[in-house]
């Protein structure tokens, strides 16, 4: 007889997401609808030891909410529109996903002001063998419409309808939270300087922080764009994943995983033809994880070294994994120089503030 | 106000296939699950005329028929199984689907017999943009579980529950006829014999230069090209290593290296949107390696071969390694013809002239 | 004691290029530039061995130089212009690179002359692991300047500055040398003929049957692999639509896609390491649509000839289309000998049928 897996399947994403989210499809309450994209997991999404990089889930991610968004704000009269990613909120990676498995990316437009809107997203993965479900991921992610005539023109976005006036003042207070933060990093920026040239400096001792940096270099071509030819923000984000990645590596010579991601700012666009720099260096290290800054650096092929532009930054944390998937201890950082003290220390303070936030959650839910 | 496209595209789904579809989720009758996939449409999926290649969408039809099916096989006791495909049914492309737009795929598990499955799957192109939806496909796919600890071990299928006699009477008879079928194909494949200008020439005597001898076709596509569309060496070159390394591989029957290229000269650069001919044969062969000549022509797809052009040649060598990564011994070459001795012993003369240079600088640097 | 691989590994860049190496960065001197890329290798740069393609590596020195390149000939006024690629110096690659080590590609201006520039490269491969870095390759490579207006025209070099006059003395010997090979090849290539069982054989007349039937190989990597290690269907569908695809091409000279793909049966699997041939040859055309077999041959590149077996064979329904994607006529096909009329009989027999059962089809549906 049929046995209930799938079901079991379903009903684990049910309870995990409270509401039941119908694929491709308008939802019952007729308010917001959803969109799915699916795919199992090749050798070339992972690393060497099988766990599926936190890029490839990233730029799913960014897939899923590019079309949910571009779809809605085409539901208007107006020129033709495309959701262009702003903004990435704090990013969880919740357990590892592996080769062979089904990554289900689920996407729902929560929220939505006069020209932006928020899409909240969900990655779970399937294991088609055994039926197991494990929620991997849950990402929130601003978009704003951009005209497909003239990119510098943002559009309307069309309100959605909320099931409660409460979920419509919740999403209000995201949209101002993060206006606030948006504004002040745009200021901040500005100051970001670039790491001191050549990353794999020969003369640094192991276990610094001139020891691990690293960078590489990517030459964007068509495959990389959206109809606008800017580059993806989730082809962005997989580069930036593979940087802190290397620097992790670097520092533990174990296999590394992405723990999660702190919010990611796009303040700038990416154009087809630009070479793109990203540079990874770890800020903080506490006994089980590390904390790498990342940044990238765009400038258009044919133009001197003045057009660099810093197009976006962002914290990725990392964990240090045996063999059986259980953390390891991380080697400490030896912090050399009065402006890495003060980064440690900063990053220090956001890791204790992330734990507390943590724990405060748990505390909350039982 | 809000629109309602989503819901519209959703209902010709409806109409297109009577029964709705539910993703990832078991049907509202209980019996029958089903899977969908969803993905962007990169220029790397397509022609340069924007024309999504039928095959990316065949390659995603048996990923969802591939991903349903395990999943049902696995939902009994006894080995971990994979669902094999044995079978395609004739499949229609009803429609092109462009770059930008989104593929849908759909599979639904339609018929179980004791040891095959049959997976029913319907391709839709969203274009994100107007909204508009349209049926793309429909394809029937006929699965088998095979252990994965015993790959000649066919598992058995758990049945489903059909919605109606009627419906399990119409699958048992696809069942019957195309059972029918492969019994006859199975044995006129027999009869089938490769056309006579195939390169892998079965007339050939092992070991000989015709024996080996290989040849590539290439299209070039958005993603090999420059911003002047033009193919990038680079991707010329990898082609060329490519070749090569199938010649040298049919020639040792073991893994080999690329050792060194000669000097490669790009005479005539090579147009987006040209068939590219990559072909490579044995010229010389020494005790330890292999000298394999690649040439490179061009054709525009669209003009007739008089525009036949000779782009690029070189010289590859490359070693063959046993699996401790060092060099084995390469068969000799059996020359025929005087053609192939000349060009034997120029091979030789460039192996001989390569050698005293590396003496003569290891030399220099004692 | 930790190993100073890293720094011993950079000692050698010293050596080797002499002055030190700033990535991304203009020297302090403030004449010549560097630029430098890095990237994981990945299973499909690989061999099932492990052991990274040369192809691979060659194609990340040809990005590295395009990129300084481009970048060196746009300091100055005039057109925007791109490095287009003329010539490859003698290539040795001197270690083998491996899946999970990172390659570091550094490139560097070492000549310029009024129309050329010389690039050179090195690459370093190294295991984030252990921390080790092995010297993998050296490269040369010449780059012209090509104007993004014009694809004909050729733009001036801006000079660069040499270190000594010993190093401009130099680098003029090797671009008089390489320029006196690349005129004496340039004329030598007008004599190079196509080796004789080349698909395209250009005895054929256009239109007939062998005149557009081509053959493509395929090395079965790690991720056209389910966890069976054996091929997806949907992979070996995706190669037959792209030979099929291009027999179609060559017999209209037009755009044309896959109108319809008849069953394919998969009689036997195709294992990881195997190499694939795929052939396509025109069996009938209609007014509007062209049958195109396709035959799928698999042989594992471990053993002899005699592994070679008939994997899957399938018909493709193609049709031509204009640039308002309206079906165009297809020329008729020119049958030689009885083999191919008695196809063409068997072809026609299939459309004839096909088109009955549309017919019937639609007057069901009415």
């Not at 809107?117 to 991997?136: D, F, P, R």
């Amino acid at each position: 007889m049929r046995c209930f897996r799938p079901r079991r399947a379903a009903d684990e994403v049910d309870k995990l997401v409270k509401r039941p989210l119908v694929s491709g499809d308008v939802r019952e309450g007729g308010e917001s609808s959803t969109s799915q994209l699916s795919r199992i997991m090749r050798p070339d999404d992972a690393n060497i030891m099988g766990n599926v990089h936190g890029g490839t889930i990233l730029k799913m991610i960014e897939e899923a909410g590019c079309i949910i968004g571009t779809r809605h704000c085409n539901t208007q009269n107006g020129d033709r529109c495309l959701a262009a990613l702003v903004r990435v909120e704090k990013t969880e990676f919740l357990s590892p996903v592996f080769i062979g498995e089904v990554a289900h990316v689920t996407a729902e437009i929560t929220y939505t002001s006069k020209h932006s809107l928020e899409v909240q997203v969900q990655v779970m993965a399937e294991n088609i063998l055994t039926g197991a479900m494990k929620l991997s991921n849950k990402a929130a992610l601003w978009y704003v419409p951009v005209s497909l005539k003239n990119v510098d023109k943002i559009m309307e976005v069309p309100p959605i309808k909320y099931a409660s006036a409460e979920q419509a003042e919740e999403g209000k207070k995201r949209y101002e939270a993060q206006k606030l933060e948006r504004l002040e990093t745009k200021t901040r920026i500005k100051d970001v300087v670039s790491p001191p040239s050549n990353p794999e400096d020969p003369t640094k001792e192991q276990h610094t922080v001139g020891f691990s940096q690293s960078s590489l270099i990517h030459l964007v071509g068509p495959s990389d764009c959206t109809l606008h030819d800017c580059v993806h923000g989730g082809v962005t984000m997989k580069l930036m994943d593979e940087v802190a990645g290397i620097v992790a590596a670097r520092h533990c010579n174990t296999n590394i995983v992405t723990a999660s991601v702190d919010v990611i700012n796009f303040h700038r666009t990416i154009k087809k033809g630009c070479v793109v720099t990203v540079t990874g260096h770890l800020t903080f290290v506490s006994n089980k994880s590390m904390e790498i800054e990342v940044i990238v650096d765009a400038s258009p092929l044919m133009e001197t070294e003045k057009g660099k532009y810093h197009a976006v930054s962002a914290y990725f944390i990392f964990i240090s994994l045996d063999k059986y998937n259980r953390t390891l201890p991380v080697p400490p950082l030896k912090i050399e120089g009065e402006e890495q003290q003060r980064s440690f220390e900063e990053g220090k303070a956001r890791y204790l503030q992330n734990k507390a936030k943590r724990l405060a959650e748990k505390e909350r839910q039982q």
